[in-house]
């Protein structure tokens, strides 16, 4: 039993090091092997299928990654990151479901409340799938938790932006670069969310100018009975003097 152990436990680290050495496919076959042997420990089994599955989902294969990311849940229905992790595979598909990734990371966050990344996960593909009330609040608790994780803002931000409420996502990030102000992602992210209230203040602006009635003229060119035209200015440069005064003889 000992031997076989260490011979799982062997490919096992094998696959676990293909993967971190970005060899995904050579990777893919030591787990597809493992993963054949009928009496591979449950432990092991739910580990290698998540394995799988992000090698999978790194891939493009989102159909093959949810599939072994449900194997690993029905061998741990309690295995929160692999909840989170079939959340992903169906919001970055192409032809995904926001809805069935709101509610994989909504469980997440029910099994493991204390990981950030799981309730700024919620809140973009909550606010995607028209929950906002539920995507402000997962917005909330992802910030309380870890307000300086730059990759969780950003996830924050893009469904604040989407959703139109930039004043709230500038709000977030400023607080994020009074903790940590010598942060090149944050201010990277910062600059971010400044240009899209500068773009929309100009918008709005353009849109009054608009609006409002014709703007007057600086001057006007009055033609009188005889045919004769002058232009009188209205603004200040009419009166303009020399800088110097003139030099007496």
């Known amino acids: 039993m000992s ?4 011979l799982f436990d062997g490919s096992w680290s094998s696959a676990r090091a293909a993967a971190k050495d970005g060899r995904p496919a050579f990777a893919i076959g030591l787990l597809t092997n493992l993963l054949g042997r009928p009496d591979l420990p449950t432990d ?14 790194a891939a493009g294969r989102y159909a093959e990654a949810r599939r072994q990311f449900r194997e690993a849940i029905d061998l741990d229905p309690s295995d929160a990151e692999a909840h989170y992790r079939l959340g992903l595979a169906h919001e970055t598909d192409p032809y995904g479901s ?12 029910k099994l493991d409340p204390s990981r950030a990344r799981y309730w700024a996960a919620l809140s973009r593909a909550a606010i995607r799938a ?8 997962a917005a909330r608790q992802a910030v309380a938790l870890e307000p300086t994780n730059a990759a969780n803002l ?16 500038w709000k977030i990030v400023s607080k994020a670069r ?12 910062w600059d971010r969310v400044c240009f899209d209230l500068a773009r929309i203040g100009h918008h709005a602006s353009r849109r009054h100018t608009c609006e ?12 009188g009975h005889d045919g004769e035209s002058k232009i009188i200015r209205r603004d200040d ?7 110097f005064g003139r030099a007496k003889r």
């Open 3 to 6: 031997r076989m152990l260490s």
């Open 98 to 109: 926001d809805r069935r990734a709101a509610i994989c990371f909504r469980k997440a966050t």
């Open 130 to 137: 028209h929950a906002e009330r539920l995507g402000l609040a």
């Open 178 to 189: 009074f903790l940590a102000p010598h942060d090149p992602a944050i201010r990277t992210l």
């Open 154 to 169: 950003g996830v924050i931000v893009e469904g604040l932006r989407e959703l139109g409420r930039n004043r709230k996502a």
């Open 44 to 57: 092991m089994a739910r580990k290698a299928h998540r394995l799988n599955g992000k090698l999978h989902h």
């Open 237 to 243: 440069a009419t009166n303009t003097v020399p800088h």
């Open 212 to 223: 409002t009635s014709a703007a007057v003229l600086p001057f006007i060119r009055i033609v």
